[in-house]
DNA sequence: CACGCGGTACAGAGCGCAAA
DNA sequence: TTTGCGCTCTGTACCGCGTG
């Protein structure tokens, strides 16, 4: 009995229909440069038996023998974050014209996704630099996947390895709270080997004003700012503004160009 | 271990046509 | 008639993985 009105139209289906062989329609149908020497008629007869059956490409398949997915794998290892929420949306917007498919997990188990997909490209947002995990990205960098790893710690192993940078952007935010403050309060949820932290603090200490007043860094681990015995108080406005620069200067404002990528061959 | 899956890449066959 | 060339299309190896 036969299954042709129910199985999948494929491109031997086709091909078969149409009365040419499977890499003309393989032409015709990809666009592929090639397809120009085919003649009109031939590829629009293509293209009316592929409509006429329903015919839709099998990307898998296409991955085999290309080895490209067209798939872009973002891995975050929180969703909530303001700059996961605005890379997510500048990755999906710059690979769909390109054609591919922005693929976001997040919960940052790219390790799972990866063990029965192959992305063209990966974004990782944080990789401990765990020797197992580093081992994964250099198999998949060696298959030709490119990677870019958003890290402070890992170095580039046959991928691309983007540091933060929190010092230059803590200097910035530092910077230009002093045009107008002289005593800058940090929230912040530890205080002893932070590097977030210690960026704000090697800044505060690299310079004083010419005027010779005094700069002061108040941290405040938990969140809450030193003051009258048994009365914390709120951060002010500063503080709050010093805040704000160090969640979305720390690991990159996407309003800005990211840190170049160091890659080793 | 052999085979099949679906789509792509590539070497080359078949054909028509013009020029010698 | 032979030769050369370009156009159109064919046949098949190949890819990674699952299944028998």
Not at 1 to 19: F, H, I, N, Q, Y
Not at 160 to 180: F, K, T, Y
Not at 185 to 198: I, M, V, Y
Not at 234 to 262: C, T
Request: glycine share 10%; net charge positive; hydrophobic share 40%.
């Amino acid at each position: 009995m036969s299954t042709e009105m129910t199985d999948k139209p494929t491109l031997r289906t086709v091909a078969a229909a149409a009365g040419v062989s499977i890499a003309t329609v393989s032409y015709v149908l990809s666009g592929h440069p090639r397809s120009q020497a085919i003649s009109e008629t031939t590829a629009r007869r293509v293209r009316d038996t592929a409509s006429r059956l329903g015919y839709r490409r099998n990307d898998a398949a296409r991955a085999i023998r290309t080895g490209k997915s067209d798939l872009v794998l973002l891995s975050l290892s929180v969703l909530a974050d303001p700059w996961a929420q605005a890379v997510a949306a500048e990755i999906s917007a710059a690979v769909t014209p390109l054609g591919k498919t922005a693929l976001i997990v997040a919960d940052g188990d790219w390790r799972t996704v990866l063990s029965n997909k192959t992305p063209d490209v990966i974004f990782i947002d944080h990789v401990a630099d765990d020797p197992e995990l580093v081992a994964d990205l250099e198999r998949f960098a060696a298959r030709g996947v490119q990677i870019v790893a958003f890290s402070e710690v890992l170095e580039p192993r046959g991928f691309d390895v983007i540091r933060s940078g929190a010092e230059p952007r803590c200097h910035l935010a530092v910077e230009h709270l002093l045009e107008r403050h002289t005593k800058i309060g940090a929230l912040t949820s530890k205080t002893e080997g932070a590097p977030r932290f210690d960026a704000y603090r090697t800044t505060m200490a690299a310079g004083r004003p010419a005027d010779g007043a005094g700069r002061d860094l108040r941290a405040a681990p938990g969140g809450r700012l030193p003051g009258r015995a048994g009365a914390p108080r709120r951060a002010g406005s500063a503080d709050r503004a010093l805040l704000h620069h160090g969640l979305r200067g720390d690991r990159g404002d996407p309003g800005r160009p990211p840190a170049a990528p160091r890659r080793t061959g």
